[in-house]
């Protein structure tokens, strides 16, 4: 009984993050094929989720992920920040601007961890709990990149302030975590200022690996 509870667990979680692959929903068929189980076994599945609100089905009958993920999500954030502080404030020293972990929230880019410098005259007032959209701005951008694979840094001037700097990171080799590490400023950055986010997204990474 062990066993196959185990593996019924197993098999909700990779159709948990079969959704979460920022293709949009799936029909229960589709599911099956793309997880190779049967459809009485994925119906089983989520019957299961839908009761717990971890999936939503849409009037076409699409499979969602599902707004009770979002209380877990909302559990785990303190712990994603504790565990982002250090290596956001050796980031915000060395470069002298305010760094961030931002997270995909649905379309938008949540910051969830932020870290001001103390030795600059001026720097961005970067607030938790910041939101904008994905497309927009550094930190969205570096995670959408990250969602094709990609690695490097990316910059923008201007996009979600007026005169404001951002390059940012994504944070790569967690499937449960869509993320990127960045700093912004109104300031100039040095040329050192992508690789050196480019290893802080990486140590990040890391540590929670």
């Given amino acids: 009984m062990a066993a196959e509870s185990a593996q019924t667990l197993e098999r909700g979680?990779?159709?948990?993050r079969l959704l979460s692959d920022g293709k949009g929903g799936r029909t229960p068929t589709e599911l099956s094929a793309e997880l190779s189980l049967s459809r009485p076994v994925v119906y089983r599945l989520l019957t299961t989720l839908l009761n717990e609100?971890?999936?939503?089905?849409?009037d076409e009958g699409r499979v969602h992920l599902g707004f009770g993920l979002l209380a877990l999500a909302r559990a785990v954030q303190p712990l994603l920040r504790a565990a982002a502080l250090p290596t956001l404030r050796r980031l915000a020293e060395q470069v002298g601007a305010t760094a961030h972990l931002t997270v995909a929230e649905g379309d938008d880019a949540l910051a969830v961890a932020v870290v001001e410098p103390s030795w600059t005259d001026m720097h961005v007032a970067y607030r938790e709990g910041a939101r904008h959209p994905l497309a927009k701005g550094a930190a969205g951008r570096a995670i959408l990149a990250g969602r094709e694979g990609g690695s490097a840094y990316l910059a923008t001037e201007g996009q979600l302030e007026e005169g404001a700097r951002?390059?940012?990171a994504p944070v790569l080799g967690l499937p449960w975590l869509e993320a990127s590490v960045g700093v912004v400023t109104f300031g100039p950055l040095a040329e050192s200022t992508g690789p050196r986010v480019v290893e802080a997204a990486a140590e990040l990474a890391a540590a929670l690996g």
Avoid at 53 to 58: A, E, I, Q, Y
């Fill in 53 to 58: 609100g971890f999936v939503r089905r849409d």
């Fill in 13 to 16: 979680l990779r159709l948990l």
């Fill in 166 to 168: 951002g390059v940012a």
